[in-house]
């Protein structure tokens, strides 16, 4: 069990710049999401995908920002045009969801820690 | 509006101490609650899901209930490398699918 993975883990960009980050999900889970977390925060959900259809994104995900989940493997987030708002740590969880009752356990990656300068 | 309140924002315990962690939620439609456990700089660490009122779950010194209103985390005989953030958040339905509320976590810290 490789885990969820993220990558890269630290990025440090001047204002302006665009960034990507890439997530590779837990092998077959069908679920991907990703997060937004300030310091002392709790994370806030942007987006999620079941295989690579984007199902929900929240009203965080400004026009900047856009994610792919191509083939419903990895998935990319891209931020243009960055601000220094955007100084975040943005996680990335996967899960594996049987459209049964009960919740929808998310495993976690360890982050790509985003710096706006 | 969904909330999800957790306290204390900190705890400050001695090694052996135990105590509790608070979760409240004002949601409607729970599909689950769960518990994360955060190191600083990494992502949150899996630990509980819990369904229906009534239901408790533990792992090692930890301990996780549910209410209707509220869960707790109970934390037994705590050991310094029990320091962290718990995180707690709450899945609930919403138009077709779900959605998942974070609390803001409570910092534990445990000193030998």
């Known amino acids: 069990d490789t885990g969820v993975s993220q990558n890269p883990r630290h990025k440090i960009t001047k204002r302006g710049q665009n960034v990507t980050f890439r997530c590779d999900p837990i092998s077959e889970h069908n679920r991907l999401y990703w997060y937004r977390q300030t310091l002392g925060q709790g994370p806030e959900f942007l987006t999620y995908f079941q295989n690579e259809a984007q199902l929900e994104k929240s009203r965080l995900l400004s026009d900047r920002f856009s994610a792919e989940r191509p083939k419903g493997s990895f998935s990319t987030l891209e931020i243009q045009r960055t601000e220094q708002g955007d100084s975040a740590m943005y996680l990335c969880a996967s899960s594996s969801w049987t459209g049964t009752s009960g919740g929808d356990t998310q495993y976690f990656g360890p982050g790509t820690r985003l710096t706006v300068l | 509006e969904d909330q999800v309140t957790q306290s204390p924002e900190a705890l400050r315990l001695q090694e052996g101490e135990s105590s509790s962690l608070n979760c409240s939620y004002t949601?409607?439609?729970?599909?689950?609650l769960f518990w994360y456990r955060q190191d600083p700089g990494k992502g949150p660490e899996f630990l509980f899901t819990l369904y229906s009122a009534g239901e408790e779950k533990e792992k090692e010194r930890l301990k996780a209930t549910l209410t209707k209103k509220e869960s707790f985390l109970h934390i037994t005989a705590p050991k310094p490398e029990d320091s962290a953030t718990y995180l707690c958040?709450?899945?609930?339905?919403?138009?077709?699918?779900?959605?998942?509320?974070f609390g803001a976590g409570t910092r534990l810290f445990v000193k030998a």
């Open positions: 958040a709450v899945q609930v339905n919403r138009g077709g699918g779900f959605k998942t509320i």
């Open positions: 949601v409607s439609g729970l599909r689950g």
